[in-house]
């Protein structure tokens, strides 16, 4: 049987698939949604409405920048609690038993069938979808779009913006110097996070395996947390884009 009812939202929302821009982008934690077979994981709703079970405010940018951009986008609907679609099948962030410092009864002990029915039911198809997004388009370049917590177990974190990456830096170090000439915003470059083949799927499966040129990008969470910041972001973004393309000959 499916994790989902029938009733369900799958985990995919796809934007502009035929979009005439030869960006694409993901958002891995776009949502915080808990299949209902699954209840709350043990979590109360205050402990879902934080950054372990979602990146805050992610989906709105993401949205507005594929508008501005007219370039495809995949959005995944469902909680990275219940599997972390930015996570090899084979690690344990995948189905977290404690994150921050937050048990997660919900996955404490989780059985190999149990996984599975997760892995089938959101990973699979949201990954399939974004293969296929990118497939499509020859030569894309692929923006993985993700939010990150201003303090992190008591530690503040005062970059607003963060680029990542790992074999193939040039269009992420390209944006991080168009991000600097913006003035007034504290850049870093892979913090608070690095991309590695052990802590993220979306990048090196769907970018670097594919020779493209790709950014992970991140957002410090209380700078877009409502929809003003949202807008204001995916404005600077969908300019900056497309000049750091330029840079690189890609656009």
């Known amino acids: 049987m499916s994790l989902l009812a029938v009733d369900e939202p799958g985990p995919v929302e796809l934007l502009r698939a035929d979009g005439a821009a030869r960006f694409v982008l993901t958002a891995d934690h776009a949502g915080r949604a808990i299949p209902r077979g699954l209840g709350d994981l043990g979590l109360c709703e205050a402990e879902l409405t934080r950054h372990i079970a979602w990146d805050i405010g992610i989906a709105g940018v993401t949205r507005r920048l ?5 370039a495809p986008a995949v959005l995944q609907r469902y909680s990275r609690l219940v599997i972390d679609c930015n996570r090899p099948e084979h690690v344990a962030s995948a189905f977290p038993e404690l994150s921050e410092a937050t048990r997660i009864p919900g996955n404490a002990g989780l059985g190999e069938e149990a996984k599975a029915a997760r892995r089938a039911a959101i990973f699979a198809p949201y990954h399939e979808v974004i293969g296929r997004v990118v497939a499509a388009r020859g ?5 993985a779009m993700h939010s990150f917590t201003p303090v992190y177990l008591d530690q503040a974190r005062p970059m607003n913006v963060a680029v990542l990456y790992n074999r193939n830096p040039v269009f992420s170090r390209a944006l991080a110097g168009l991000l600097r000439e913006e003035g007034g915003l504290v850049v870093a470059e892979n913090e608070p996070y690095r991309v590695t083949d052990e802590t993220d799927y979306g990048v090196p ?6 020779g493209l040129d790709y ?3 991140e957002i410090r969470q209380d700078l877009i947390e409502d929809e003003a910041g949202q807008a204001e972001w995916a404005a600077r973004l969908a300019r900056l884009l497309p000049l750091a393309a330029d840079r690189l ?3």
Not at 66 to 70: G, I, P, R, V, Y
Not at 139 to 143: D, T
Not at 205 to 210: G, S
């Open 205 to 210: 499966v769907h970018a670097e395996r594919r």
């Open 139 to 143: 030569r894309p370049v692929y923006v």
């Open 66 to 70: 594929s508008a501005l951009l007219d």
């Open 249 to 251: 000959g890609a656009a």
């Open 215 to 217: 950014v992970e990008i």
